[in-house]
């Protein structure tokens, strides 16, 4: 049976991560980037898809955390023989990905257990292996992970393992080690050496956020610090997730790869950075932004990979059975393709962002803003896919023509515009804002809907004022925000749409119970709004990670874990609720 999600802690080395059980098992590593091929997916499948146990052979109380604000992960076991400690890491990438693993004994005589189970290929292909006199080595193709350990390790079937015995004050370091098949074998490293300066990386990047600034600062911090392992150090692109195919329906189809860069999260991952006082990776992201674009706006995607490159092809791994039984397991994504019409306005609104936050902007940024200002003109009337990326009917979905409005309106800001072109933008931008408050209205509901002349809900609503199309107390979208509280509530968090009731609902989406929050701030609400932020804050888990959604019924998280937009939504809440902000809307 699968783990809960939440039983996962997350470590990583600025180019790829890992999820770390409760029971000390990884059961989650691509190598060596984020979108490589897994070769640890027990998360997806069983222990024979791939897992390195770390742990004592009998069971007992397990306590873990982050060592202060790191991404230092902690686990003490405790049981009637003794007590120990697995301190898990990944050391800033340097030439290559380690995962570090030291393990002390603090009291008593523990039975412990190693067993590692590399499977490459997404839980397929088991290495070659052999033992070697400091750990083993394990060759696949392109791939060569080495291991080394302080205690003697056996090759039985595909398996390293090793069994030892740890008394109080004694000590065992184990390094995992990926490298190119054909390279030099680089030199063993430090264990300690490695701890100390994996600690002091992360102490000192989290230094820069001044704590005194908001009423939640452990959370904020561990938001940040999620966040910033999900950050690629030499792209500066920002995945989603680190996973795929965790499912946002119980045994459903609905299962994506969320190890990507979309645009739809531009302006959110720029402005929590620039609010929380990191201007360089909101200006790495700015410029990744930039690069992924290239010079052709109208070939623009929705998401790239997080070097920039464009190619996402959708497949599935039939191989894997799926978290508890939801397939297909999917990599790639489909949905890359599809024509949303909102990108344009999320980049164009993302790059004014930087410019108000004194990002200065560079001639490739005044030609794109340019270039995409005059392909929005085009065609912002089209229909398209929306911001969930339905798969069904493209549709002129209601947010989608909100951010055409944002598109002109940000242009119209900044950009430099001869007379001309600015009466041509300023029409436009007000052609957009009639229709939407014509179409995207219902007036027999008293509600804006999902879509033009639809009946459907749809919590992305609740972005409008959050982007400055309307206030959030006009009337028309204080009675939508009202009533999304009302319908598309669910134990006190917000869906995205309503539930359907036959059986493939997804649980409540976290990131809109935050924008809730947003709006209710914005109408002087904040007693509300700080409750709506502390129910999502709620359902973190013991080491303070949140996924997408939540299921209220089941009391989980569900989902791709951890999830960037949740955090991000966290960041910019509690930011917002605890003194001036930089907002998107322009105040």
Not at 377 to 402: C, I, N
Request: include cysteine.
């Amino acid at each position: 049976m699968s783990k809960p999600i939440e039983s996962y802690a997350l470590i990583g080395d600025g180019q790829t991560a890992a999820l770390v059980a409760r029971d000390g098992s990884i059961d989650w590593l691509c190598w060596p980037d984020f979108d490589s091929d897994a070769c640890l997916s027990a998360l997806l499948g069983d222990d024979e898809n791939g897992r390195w146990l770390l742990a004592p052979t009998e069971a007992g109380e397990v306590r873990r955390r982050y060592r202060g604000d790191t991404l230092v992960l902690e686990t003490e076991f405790r049981g009637d023989a003794g007590a120990v400690r697995v301190t898990d890491f990944m050391p800033i990438r340097g030439h290559h990905s380690i995962v570090v693993r030291i393990v002390e004994g603090l009291s008593g005589a523990v039975a412990m257990d190693c067993d590692l189970r590399l499977r490459f290929d997404y839980g397929a292909l088991p290495p070659w292996c052999e033992a070697r006199e400091d750990g083993a080595i394990a060759t696949v193709g392109q791939h060569r992970v080495i291991l080394r350990a302080s205690v003697p390790v056996t090759v039985r079937d595909g398996t390293l393992a090793a069994g030892f015995t740890l008394r109080e004050g004694e000590r065992h370091a184990f390094t995992l080690t990926c490298t190119a098949s054909w390279d030099t074998e680089p030199e063993p490293i430090d264990a300690q050496a490695a701890l100390d300066g994996t600690l002091a990386h992360w102490e000192c990047w989290i230094g820069r956020f001044d704590a005194s600034r908001t009423q939640w600062p452990g959370a904020v911090k561990r938001s940040l610090l999620t966040l910033k392992a999900m950050v690629h150090q030499r792209s500066g692109g920002l995945i989603a997730a680190p996973t795929t195919s965790l499912p946002e329906a119980p045994a459903g189809a609905m299962n994506w790869d969320y190890r990507y860069s979309w645009l739809r999260d531009a302006t959110f991952t720029l402005g929590a950075f620039l609010n929380a006082g990191f201007t360089d990776e909101a200006t790495a992201w700015r410029d990744w932004l930039l690069r992924a674009i290239a010079g052709a706006p109208d070939k623009m995607r929705i998401m790239y990979r997080v070097d920039g490159s464009r190619h996402l092809d959708e497949w599935t791994v039939d191989a894997l059975p799926g978290y508890r039984e939801a397939r297909p397991v999917r990599i790639g994504n489909a949905a890359s393709t599809q024509v949303q019409i909102d990108v344009y306005g999320e980049v164009l609104d993302t790059l004014a962002l930087a410019r108000r936050a004194g990002i200065p902007a560079s001639a490739h940024q005044e030609a794109m803003e340019a270039r995409i200002v005059a392909h929005l003109e085009e065609v912002w009337y089209r229909r398209g896919s929306g911001v969930w990326e339905s798969r069904g009917q493209p549709r002129q979905y209601t947010y989608s023509k909100a951010m055409c409005w944002v598109g002109f309106d940000r242009a119209l800001a900044h950009a430099r515009l001869d007379a001309e072109t600015r009466g041509r933008l300023e029409a436009l931008r007000e052609r957009v804002r009639t229709e939407v408050c014509r179409d995207g209205w219902n007036e027999g509901l008293g509600t804006f809907t999902q879509s033009y002349g639809s009946h459907a809900l749809d919590a992305s609503l609740l972005l409008l004022p959050l982007v400055g199309f309307l206030p959030a107390d006009d009337p028309r979208m204080a009675a939508t925000i009202a009533r999304i509280g009302t319908e598309l509530d669910q134990g006190g968090f917000i869906r995205r749409t309503r539930a359907t009731g036959d059986g493939s609902d997804e649980g409540a989406f976290l990131p809109c119970s935050l924008w809730m929050a947003d709006c209710l701030r914005l109408q002087g609400r904040k007693d509300e709004a700080a409750a709506y932020l502390e129910r999502v804050l709620g359902v973190a888990n013991d080491v303070g990670l949140l996924s997408e959604e939540y299921d209220v019924p089941g009391k989980a998280l569900t989902g791709n874990y951890p999830q960037a937009l949740t955090h991000l939504a966290v960041v910019n809440t509690a930011l917002g609720l605890s003194g001036p902000v930089l907002n998107r809307g322009g105040g």
